[in-house]
C-alpha cells in the first residue's frame, strides 16, 4: 500500500493531501489547472520535497529517499525522451540503471516494444516518430523497469482526439496486465473514468472527494464537483420545488432524467452529436439538459421522467 500525507507552500497555494492506494489499484487524481496534481506527484516522486509529511509504500519510508532509489516509474509532461538515444536504447535506459542482465534487459526491451507496437520503430530516434509514437515509447520507458509505482502525469496531453482515444485503451490494458500500483493525473473526467478504479478530485490543493468513478459521477458531493464533472442539470432550491423535488440545491445526474413520463416540456435547443443528441428542455420554467440517441426537433412538446430517488440533494 502507498499512503501518503503531504504538505507543501507556494506563494499563494497550499497543497495538504492525505492518501492510501492499495497495492496494484489505480488511482486518478482529477482536477482544474492549477489545483496542485503536478505537485503532489512530484512530491511523490521526490523531485520536490514536502514542507510536512511523508511517503511510505509497503511500509518502507520513502521521504528521505532520492527519486532514483524509490523505485517510482514516472512520465512527466516534461521530462522528454533521450534524443540521442533510439527508442530501444530510451527504453533500456533504466534497465542499465538498475543493472539489469544484459538478457534480461534485451527480453524487456523487446517484449515492451511488442506491446506498444513499437517494434518497427526500434532503431529510430524520438525525432523520428510522430507525436503519439513518442508518448508510447516514454510510457514504455516508464515501465520497463517494472517500477513498483508508477505516477503518470497527464500520459496523453497533447494527443489528437483520435490518438488519444487509442492510447487511452491502451493505457487501460497496459495498467491492468502490468498491475502496478498507479497514480495518473489527468484533467479529462472521462480519461480518469476509464482508467481508474477510484478517483480523487483535488481542488485548491486539497482532496475533496475520493471514490469509485460511478459513485462520484453520480454523486458528487458538492455543487462544486458536479459542475467540475460536467454535470449541467443544478437546480436552484426554487427549480427543485418547481418539479416536486424538497426546496434545497439539487442535482439531477443523467441517470435521474429521461425521455418519456408525465413531466411535460418543450424543447428549446436540440444539438446533435453524431452518435447522441443533445437536447434543453423547459419544464415547469426550468431549463434541464439530458441526452439521447435521437431526439425531437426544437419547439416539439415532449414529456420527460423525473426518478427523484436519483438526484442529489446539496446542503443549504
Ligand atoms: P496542476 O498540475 O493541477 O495544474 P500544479 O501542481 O502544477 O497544478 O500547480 C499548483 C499551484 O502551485 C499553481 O498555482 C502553480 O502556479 C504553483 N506552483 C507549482 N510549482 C511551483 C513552483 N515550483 N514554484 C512556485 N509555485 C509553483
Ligand atoms: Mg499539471
Redesign the pocket.
Known sequence: MLALSLEKS????R?AVALEVQEGEVLA?L????????????LIAGL?SPDKGFVRFRDQDLTPLPPERRGVGFLFQDYALFPHLTVAENLAFGLVEARWPKAAREDRVEELLRRMELTPHARKRPQELSGGEQQRVALARALAPRPRLLLL??PLGALDLRLREELLLFLRRTLRAEGITTLV?T?DQEEAFLLAGRVAV?RE?RLVQVGRPEEVYTRPQDAWTARFLGHKNLLSPEESQALGLPPKPHLLPPQALGLGGPLRGKVEERLFFGARVGLWVRAKGVRLYLEAPAGPEEGTEVGLHLDPKRAVAFGG
Not at 482536477?31 to 503536478?38: A, M, R
Request: charged letters at 15%; zero cysteines; proline letters at 8%.
Open positions: 507556494f506563494p499563494g497555494f497543497l487524481l482536477g482544474p489547472s492549477g489545483s496542485g496534481k503536478s505537485t503532489l506527484l512530484r520536490l502525469d497527464e493525473v484533467h483535488m490543493g
